[in-house]
């Protein structure tokens, strides 16, 4: 057995081997809004529940390794002091993923993911109209863990409201768990689903996805693709070119030879097929034909 003080480590080797260790963990997806109102939406797997009476949640924001800055989490949290956790479904993993990546400040990340905003009753933040699960919190404390990269900063918030979704009741109105489906962080680019265990997705583009919101209206508003598949697409650093679809046209013409007068439908099918083997490109160049 290798054995290590965590001194000996760099602070990245450490949260590697700490997020590989301890898992899986649930996912805390937070929307916060700043100051001026503007909403930001992020994911967390430092978190979970700790009391029923007063209900009470913590999750952890922690400072980045890379370059010891906050995030806009933590920074919205600190300047209102609200917070709405959302749960996380299968059904909604890679639409979670993106919203992950470190887009800009003032950047919805709602938008970019393709989520809808909900209005909460309570708090101000908005609720991510997708998850079957959300919580209302105000936050009671916030206890930072240190100051240089990697540290952690405990969000003590207390559920003023949940909501939840009735298709994931039973007839006794309790959760029923398979119903729920929910998605859980391990180390890597690996999840866990509760029905049948790990799997992974690939980590957000550090040079930023485009997003769902910039993709074209015949494909974010797809009666074909779903949430998770627009996730897919929407981490790509760039659409192909118009002579990179017409070079692929002819390429794939004996497989597919109508594809340029095939329906928004047939080709949104077309390209579920090459997501399903993970290949962004050629099914973008499919619903961009």
């Excluded at 700043?34 to 979970?48: E, K, V």
């Excluded at 909501?163 to 999840?191: F, T």
């Excluded at 070079?247 to 439908?265: D, G, M, W, Y």
């Amino acid at each position: 057995m290798i054995s290590y003080e965590p001194n000996q480590l760099s602070t990245g080797k450490l949260h590697s081997y700490l997020l590989s260790a301890v898992a899986p963990r649930p996912i805390a997806f937070a929307s916060t809004i700043d100051a001026d109102g503007n909403p930001n939406l992020s994911p967390f797997s430092f978190f979970n529940v700790f009391s029923a009476n007063p209900p009470i949640m913590v999750f952890s924001p922690a400072r980045r390794v890379r370059d010891n800055t906050t995030k806009h989490t933590l920074e919205n949290i600190l300047a209102t002091k609200e917070v709405v956790i959302n749960v996380v479904s299968f059904d909604m993993v890679q639409q979670m993923s993106l919203s992950s990546t470190d887009y800009p400040i003032g950047v919805n990340e709602f938008e970019k993911a393709g989520f809808n905003m909900l209005k909460s009753d309570i708090v101000k933040p908005f609720r991510v109209a997708e998850s079957p699960v959300q919580f209302e919190c105000k936050v009671n404390d916030i206890i930072h863990l240190g100051t240089e990269g990697g540290a952690g900063n405990l969000i003590i918030c207390e559920v003023v409201k949940l909501h939840i979704e009735e298709d994931v009741l039973d007839e006794n109105d309790q959760i029923n768990q398979e119903k729920l489906d929910l998605v859980s962080r391990a180390g890597g680019s690996y999840y866990s689903r509760a029905k049948n265990g790990f799997f992974e997705i690939p980590k957000p583009l550090t040079t930023l996805g485009i997003g769902v919101d910039v993709m074209p209206d015949h494909v974010k508003n797809s009666m074909i693709l779903t949430g998770n598949q627009l996730g897919m697409l929407g981490n790509v650093e760039k659409l192909p070119t118009a002579e990179a679809v017409k070079e692929f046209l002819e390429t794939v013409s004996q497989n597919h030879p109508n594809i340029k007068e095939a329906s928004h439908r047939n080709k949104h099918k077309l390209a579920q097929n090459y997501l399903s083997f993970g290949d962004l490109d050629s099914a973008w160049k499919i619903l961009l034909s």
